[in-house]
C-alpha cells in the first residue's frame, strides 16, 4: 500500500515534464491519476509509461468547452477527487517590442484562463479537504528580458491562487502555487535552437546560488506535498528554484 493509495488525481498538462514526474510519484505511492495533454502521441507514452492506474485524456487548456467535457469525464472516471493538479502550459520568448498580439493571446490564454476555468469546473467535483496547485514561475516576481508575457500570465496566476483560495475555504479546499526556477525538463531544446538552448542552460546554472538546475522529481515533491500534506497552508507560493528568487 502506497501513501497515496486509494487518491484521485487530476493532472492538466500531464504528459510530460513536471505534471508526468508528478504523475509518475503518485501513481508509485498507489494513486489513480487523469492526466491530459493536446498531443496524442505524448499521451500515450506517457499512459504506457504511468501503467493500469492512469487514464491519459487528450484535452486542450484553452477550450472552455474542452475543459467542461473533461470535468465530465473526470466525473464519470472518478466521482470526486482528492487532488487537481493545474500545470498545461506554454513558454514564449519575445523581447517586449516585438510581442505579437498572437502571442500575446496565447501565453495570456493557456496559461492563465485554461488553469482558472479548470478550477472552476473541476470544483465541484473536489472532495473536503481536498488541494489545488498551480504552476506559477520565478519570472512572476523577476524582472527578465524576453519574458514580459509569460511572466504577466504566471503573475495572473500568483493572484489567482489568493483568490481562489479565499472563495474555496468554504468547501475546505486548499489552493496553492508551486513556482518552478530553472529546473531541466527538456522544454528549452524544444522552443530553441540546440546551441542557444544548451547556452541558455548553462548561463542559468551559473547564475543560480545553488550553481545548478532543478530537476523534475524536486518540483513533483513539492506539488504532492502542497496538494496532500500542507494540510494548513492555503493561498501560498512555494518557490522550487535553488534560492535564485529569494537570495
Same mark, same amino acid.
Given at each position: ?27 508509485? !505511492? ?9 498531443? &496524442? ?11 493500469? *492506474? ?20 473526470? #466525473?464519470? !472516471? ?5 487532488? =487537481? ?27 492563465? &484562463? ?6 472552476? &469546473? =473541476? ?7 481536498? @488541494? ?29 491562487? *489568493?483568490? =481562489? ?5 468554504? &468547501?475546505? /479546499? ?8 530553472? /529546473?531541466?525538463? @527538456? /522544454?528549452? !531544446?524544444? +522552443?530553441?535552437?540546440? #546551441?542557444?538552448?544548451?547556452? +541558455? ?5 551559473? !547564475? ?5 538546475? @532543478?530537476?523534475?522529481?524536486? /518540483? ?28
Amino acid at each position: 500500500m502506497g501513501k497515496y493509495a486509494g487518491k484521485k488525481v487530476v493532472i492538466t498538462g500531464g504528459s510530460s515534464g513536471f505534471g508526468l514526474t508528478t504523475a509518475q510519484l503518485l501513481v508509485d !505511492e498507489g494513486a489513480r491519476v487523469l492526466i491530459t495533454g493536446r498531443d &496524442k502521441e505524448r499521451l500515450d507514452a506517457a499512459a504506457a509509461q504511468l501503467g493500469d *492506474r492512469a487514464i491519459a485524456v487528450r484535452s486542450d487548456a484553452a477550450s472552455v468547452s474542452a475543459i467542461d467535457a473533461l470535468a465530465d469525464q473526470v #466525473e464519470s !472516471e472518478f466521482g470526486t477527487v482528492d487532488a =487537481l493538479f493545474a500545470n498545461a502550459g506554454v513558454t514564449g520568448f519575445a523581447p517586449f517590442e516585438a510581442t505579437s498580439e498572437q502571442l500575446f493571446d496565447q501565453l495570456l490564454t493557456i496559461n492563465a &484562463k485554461g488553469p482558472y476555468f479548470t478550477v472552476q &469546473k =473541476l470544483a465541484p467535483l473536489l472532495a473536503a479537504g481536498s @488541494g489545488v496547485v498551480l504552476t506559477t514561475s520565478v519570472v512572476n516576481v523577476l524582472g527578465l528580458p524576453m519574458l514580459s508575457a509569460y511572466a504577466a500570465s504566471k503573475a495572473a496566476l500568483r493572484s489567482m491562487t *489568493r483568490s =481562489l483560495a479565499r472563495e474555496l475555504l468554504p &468547501k475546505r /479546499i486548499r489552493v496553492n502555487a508551486v513556482s518552478p526556477g530553472p /529546473i531541466d525538463t @527538456g /522544454i528549452l !531544446e524544444k +522552443t530553441l535552437p540546440p #546551441e542557444a538552448a544548451e547556452q +541558455t542552460k548553462t548561463e542559468m546554472a551559473a !547564475e543560480n546560488p545553488m550553481v545548478r538546475l @532543478g530537476v523534475p522529481a524536486e /518540483i513533483a515533491a513539492a506539488v504532492v506535498f502542497l496538494a496532500f500534506d500542507a494540510t494548513y497552508t492555503t493561498g501560498a507560493e512555494l518557490a522550487v528554484d535553488g534560492g535564485g528568487s529569494q537570495l
